[in-house]
């Protein structure tokens, strides 16, 4: 398509769809027109795409997630159909901005954070590779909360997103599904005396199924991203006549739970896991049996990917199908249950490993639970006497009446990885050793990766110009290239050039700031950023101790010969975490004091940016200059807002946490900040039980001036905050070794701050960050899924029949 096509294309259809020109449609209108154009795009290659998979009886993944978090899909979908800037100067010439349509769509956010992310750039990934992958998710009427501060305090919104439509979504009322919920399971002998379960009372969910497509980088290519919505089946309609009863029923997914790597513990989230996990296997055993092979061979067909424990039921729903309903003896069902089963753990934070009571289980999937239960007894039983008797108890699924969800993950499953080296490593060495010594073939490392169309081409257009001027647009399709700028690390108009583009977008930047928080920054000054969701761990009040140590030092001396900087935060906090909110308050509260304070000279700002998500963390990151990573050693699985801040050019202050570590492997010790403890010396500390915060409090008058300030007055209205933060830290002995790290910290920020000063050095720093980001892509990553897990092709077949790049 061209152009002109394009726009005769466009008015056409504006005219069909609303009755009007150009002239008098609104915005969304528009927005509407241009997406409407698109899905009719791409649904022939959807479709064309599906056929294929079917017809070469091609071996499909499908990546099971509580979350997603794609954010916007306009920009990425114009992008991957190589449509982008056809439309931008089509639509320019119309006298329409496409960002103005941009702002219409909102985010689609049901996912929380990291783990939502990847998977949404697992999608991104899997189809640009031509990779045959789906993702199986919960269409939730509300997404993740809107976060407004109110006296600076998070307050919590509800994310109304379906409001308008969802113009990418399509309704597949024929593939829907019956989940059975609740009420009492027997089993009760058929006349061959094999054991069938009979079902009395409960109730049955009707999951209706909205498909996404997923578009591949100019491939041709589209996958589906299903996502389960819950209806009332017609034949159960008279039980929820009454408003609360249909009430109580439409609530059950309607919700995403707020908590980031925290279970619930609740009913209605371990309802949704069976929703999504009975609907999605149930859909894929549906597919498989309309090809008509060897039910013996699923395997051949199938991988079914559990991302994180919440989908760990795929096991045990898989053995129901393969048992009760297609009459598989249990052994043969097993053995192909763990050959099409894998699990991914992100995380090592015992709080975040789901357990379930027995009770609770039996009460909401009850044929689930004997199946789980049967599972683990013929663990038990296999083990009996080979193993030693304690590790058999410590690796059961069911133990003191709970069932522990990723015991059942990997013992239902053929891989299990973490996702950074060090990460994976610690699951071997630590929180999963028991199994590692009885499946030690089963263990792996995926390092995560990002989407590199989105994290550059899309959010950073001005360094994309610079890197195609420069290498050559190769590094669009393969990141590895981005190596080749190397070679200009001595050259100095190509330092400017990419100086320049930080510039432009710190520039855009503060404009947002201006207009959102009417905070002025300079864009001179150091943008240093901190992204990610509040958590103790993650350590945003460690940043914070650093910005109060700064301000006070600048109080004292406003000489103080330090680089000017600009604080930058986004952080959303659990609804429910207390401590996580305290420090919102507190971080706010600092910001207003910092910022009205006409003393310190503008040297220091503090921006904490309402509502951060995704569509936000593409206009922060490529303005940032340096990226706070900053986790206690051994609690941050991976991070992935280090690979794209890296890749944006930020230099990474760090400790060497998740993939931190391997960043500073791609970039050298030169190119990066390191500090605080290793994840030995915590574990040394956890040994020996011999750290004491208070000592370092009383020692260190730095540390002390620093803490005391939270509750001395220096900082207004946080009496209560500012209490409970101290306490933290110096009554309950600072679970993150804050104080611990601070001293050391302290010295990466001013080392940071004396490399800026040397332009040309800082420069070079930062071109080496991009240029050595390429292995963190995630095109990388999932075709090590694909050929190490999943054992999944490309349909090489497809591309060379269907010609690729044009739409
Ligand atoms: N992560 Cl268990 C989440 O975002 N939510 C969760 O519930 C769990 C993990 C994150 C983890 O904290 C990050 O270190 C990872 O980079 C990310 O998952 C993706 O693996």
Redesign the pocket.
């Known amino acids: 398509m061209d152009k002109k096509e394009f726009k005769k294309k466009f008015k056409r259809r504006l005219a069909e769809k609303f009755a009007m020109e150009v002239t008098d449609a609104s915005s969304n209108e528009l927005y509407q027109t241009l997406g409407s154009l698109m899905t009719s795009a791409y649904s022939q290659d959807w479709r064309e795409t599906w056929k294929d998979y079917r017809e070469n009886n091609q071996k499909q993944s499908y990546y099971f997630s509580i979350?997603f978090l794609p954010g916007k899909m306009l920009k990425s979908n114009l992008l991957n159909m190589g449509w982008l800037e056809l439309v931008e100067e089509g639509l320019d010439e119309l006298g329409i901005q496409l960002n103005d349509l941009v702002e219409i769509e909102p985010d689609m956010a049901l996912?929380?954070?990291?783990?939502?992310?990847?998977a949404s750039c697992f999608m991104d990934s899997i189809a640009s590779c031509g990779l045959p992958g789906n993702g199986n998710g919960i269409r939730y009427e509300y997404g993740l909360f809107k976060q407004r501060f109110v006296d600076n305090y998070q307050v919590e919104l509800p994310d109304e997103w379906l409001q308008k439509g969802n113009l990418w979504e399509v309704r597949k009322e024929s593939k829907a599904v019956d989940v059975q919920i609740g009420g009492n399971v027997y089993l009760k002998p058929d006349q061959y005396g094999k054991l069938s379960p009979v079902y009395e009372g409960g109730s049955k969910l009707r999951a209706v199924p909205y498909d996404t497509g997923m578009v591949g980088y100019q491939n041709k290519i589209v996958n589906t991203m299903r996502l389960w919505s819950l209806e009332i089946p017609p034949e159960e309609e008279d039980r929820y006549r009454s408003i609360e009863a249909r009430r109580s029923f439409e609530d059950l997914t309607s919700v995403l739970y707020p908590?980031?790597?925290?279970e619930a513990g609740r009913k209605m989230r371990l309802t949704q896991e069976y929703f999504f996990v009975s609907a999605g296997v149930q859909s894929i055993l549906r597919y498989f049996k309309s090809l008509n092979q060897p039910m013996d061979e699923i395997n051949q067909y199938a991988a079914i990917h559990i991302n994180?424990t919440?989908p760990a039921m795929c096991v045990a729903e898989f053995m129901r199908l393969l048992v009760d309903e297609e009459q598989m003896s249990w052994e043969r069902a097993w053995d192909l249950t763990r050959k099409v089963m894998s699990y991914?753990?992100?995380?090592i934070?015992a709080e975040?490993l789901e357990k379930w009571s027995i009770d609770m289980m039996k009460n909401v999937c009850p044929r689930i639970y004997q199946i789980i239960e049967e599972i683990d007894r013929r663990f038990v039983e296999e083990l009996i006497g080979v193993q030693d008797f304690d590790l058999i108890q410590r690796t059961r699924i069911i133990q003191d009446g709970q069932v522990h969800m990723a015991h059942l993950a990997i013992i239902g499953s053929h891989s299990t990885n973490g996702?950074?080296k060090l990460?994976s490593d610690l699951l071997k060495s630590v929180v999963l050793h028991d199994f590692y010594l009885l499946y030690p073939d089963r263990f792996n490392n995926k390092t995560?990766g990002i989407a590199m169309r989105r994290w550059v081409q899309l959010a950073n257009p001005a360094m994309s110009k610079v890197l195609d001027a420069t290498i050559g647009k190769t590094w669009r399709k393969n990141s590895d290239d981005l190596r080749l700028l190397l070679n200009y690390e001595e050259d100095d108009q190509v330092l400017n050039a990419l100086a320049e583009a930080k510039y432009q977008n710190k520039r855009s930047l503060a404009a947002y700031i201006k207009s959102h928080c009417g905070i002025e920054v300079s864009p001179e000054a150091i943008f240093d950023v901190q992204i990610k969701?509040l958590?103790a761990y993650k350590r945003q009040l460690l940043n914070l101790l650093h910005i109060i140590k700064l301000y006070l030092d600048l109080k004292e001396n406003p000489e103080l010969p330090i680089e000017p900087r600009v604080f930058i935060f986004g952080a959303k906090a659990a609804p429910s975490y207390h401590y996580a909110k305290s420090i919102i308050k507190v971080i706010n509260e600092v910001a207003s004091l910092i910022n009205a304070d006409e003393t310190i000279k503008g040297k220091l700002k503090l921006v904490f940016l309402e509502n951060y998500n995704v569509s936000l963390a593409e206009r922060i990151i490529p303005a940032a200059d340096v990226s706070e990573q900053i986790?206690l050693a051994s609690k941050?699985?991976?991070?992935?807002s280090n690979m794209k801040l890296m890749l944006n050019g930020a230099v990474t202050i760090a400790t060497l946490d998740?993939?931190n570590v391997e960043i500073r492997d791609a970039v050298g010790d030169d190119n990066i900040a390191i500090f605080g403890l290793t994840e030995g010396e915590v574990y040394q500390y956890y040994e020996k039980r011999n750290y004491h915060a208070i000592d370092l409090y009383e020692r260190d008058t730095t540390i002390q001036k620093v803490v005391n300030a939270l509750i001395d007055g220096t900082i207004p209205n946080i009496t209560k905050e500012g209490q409970e933060i101290f306490d933290s830290l110096i009554k309950y002995n600072d679970e993150f070794f804050v104080l611990r790290d601070f001293e050391d910290y302290c010295a990466a920020q001013m080392s940071v701050n004396q490399a800026y000063q040397d332009t040309r050095r800082w420069r070079q720093i930062s071109l080496r960050n991009t240029a050595n980001a390429g292995r963190f892509s995630s095109d990388r990553t999932v075709q090590q899924y694909a050929d190490d897990i999943w054992q999944i092709e490309p349909l090489f077949a497809h591309n060379d029949n269907r010609g690729v790049t044009q739409h």
């Open positions: 979350e996912g929380n954070g990291g783990l939502g992310r990847l908590d980031d790597s925290n994180d919440h991914t753990n992100h995380t934070m975040a996702v950074a990460h995560n969701r958590h986790s941050e699985a991976s991070g992935t998740g993939a």
